[in-house]
């Protein structure tokens, strides 16, 4: 196996295990003290994830603009079935207008139907 995809399968194998299992339905915070969100798009928890009964946090950095339009995420953590989804959603998101670029951890939690 090549070393490139060694490192992929670690890399997928370590999300596996930091991903957590929780109870129920689905989150977004942020950091009070950063700026504030002005729209927020709430992810759809996927049908797959669903009957596997993934569950766990996700952790996104997300770089906003001066307008308060999200520019670039970057998946800090979580479970492969819940990223895309969490970072379609904050993709989404407008935050209030500030003088300058600035980058803040955005934070979603899916629980399982108990």
């Known amino acids: 196996m090549s070393f490139y995809w060694r ?3 670690l890399g997928v194998a370590a999300l596996f ?3 957590g299992v929780l109870g129920r ?4 915070t942020t950091d ?3 700026r504030k969100v002005k729209t927020r798009v709430t992810p759809v928890y996927p049908d797959l ?8 946090k996700v ?3 997300v770089v906003i603009g001066a307008d308060g339009r999200v520019k670039t995420t970057r ?3 979580g479970h492969p079935l819940l990223v895309q989804v969490c970072q379609d959603a904050v993709r989404e ?3 209030a207008p500030a003088p300058e670029e600035t980058t803040q951890t955005v934070e979603f939690e899916f629980r399982t139907a108990e």
């Open 17 to 19: 295990i930091l991903s």
């Open 32 to 34: 009070e003290s950063k």
């Open 59 to 61: 952790k996104i950095d």
């Open 49 to 56: 994830a669903r009957r596997m009964n993934v569950a766990g």
């Open 7 to 9: 490192r992929l399968v």
């Open 93 to 95: 998101w407008k935050f």
């Open 75 to 77: 998946v800090v953590g």
């Open 25 to 28: 339905a689905q989150t977004g």
